[in-house]
């Protein structure tokens, strides 16, 4: 897929899980697997091929009937698995177009989220189950396709770093660990009361905090397969 403009290709060093619909290496078109770009990881499309849209950009649709996308843990051993970062530094980006509240990305032990990312009407938030450790007021019901990444580059004051379209826009303390070794590995678009809703573009996830040209090549690289 061409990028914008000439832009650059997405950032490659550190890159661990990168989905995106449009590319047939991850969904060839058929079935209900979803083939991780980076680490080969296959995980299963609840809802079925319907959720998976070819054009328009490429994205994966899903609309709070049972949608969602599971993937499993990589390791058992949390000091190797892809998605357990505990207080490690992570980022992940994706482009996202707004269509109910919801969790959009969640991982955890089975019937528990120990670390989320929400996307509502008002807001961009992170956090567990019980509170938001990082909340971003923000207008997201507008119609339009638009980019995200949450860096946490470290533990303590300003180290987590909400952006949106290529531009920092909020810094925060997380004190959320990610540790998601368990039975339910991670879920997109789907947490543990149920799936949710919205159109999730080519998602991205680094074992370390993206900087600011990261973040921004990211955005460039993809965009105008969006409108942005």
């Known amino acids: 897929m061409a990028n914008h403009y000439g832009a650059k290709p997405i950032v490659s060093d550190g890159l661990v899980v990168s989905l995106d619909a449009i590319d047939n290496h991850c969904h060839p078109g058929t079935g209900t697997t979803v083939t991780d770009l980076a680490s080969g990881l296959e995980g299963t499309l609840e809802g079925g091929v319907a959720n998976v849209v070819k054009t328009g950009g490429g994205y994966f649709n899903f609309d709070e009937t ?3 996308l599971d993937l499993p843990n990589s390791s058992t051993n949390p000091s190797t698995d ?3 970062f505990g207080s490690n530094p992570y980022s992940i ?3 996202y177009k707004y269509i109910g509240d919801q969790v959009m990305w969640s991982s955890g032990q089975t019937g528990t989220d120990n670390f989320y990312i929400s996307v509502t009407s008002g807001f961009l938030g992170l956090g567990n189950q019980s509170v938001y450790k990082h909340q971003y007021s923000r207008t997201n019901n507008d119609g339009n396709w638009f980019h995200w990444a949450i860096i946490r ?4 004051s300003n180290q987590s770093k909400w952006y949106v379209n290529g531009s920092l826009e909020s810094t925060g303390t997380d004190a959320t660990n990610w540790i998601s070794v368990g039975t339910q590995g991670v879920r997109l678009n789907r947490y543990s009361s149920g799936p949710a809703e919205g159109l999730v573009g080519p998602l991205q996830v680094y074992n370390k905090g993206l900087n600011a040209s990261e973040v921004l090549q990211n955005f460039n ?3 105008g397969r969006f409108g942005i």
């Open 82 to 84: 892809i998605f357990s």
């Open 221 to 223: 690289a993809q965009r």
């Open 153 to 156: 580059e470290g533990t303590g």
């Open 66 to 68: 049972g949608d969602g």
């Open 93 to 95: 980006c994706c482009f």
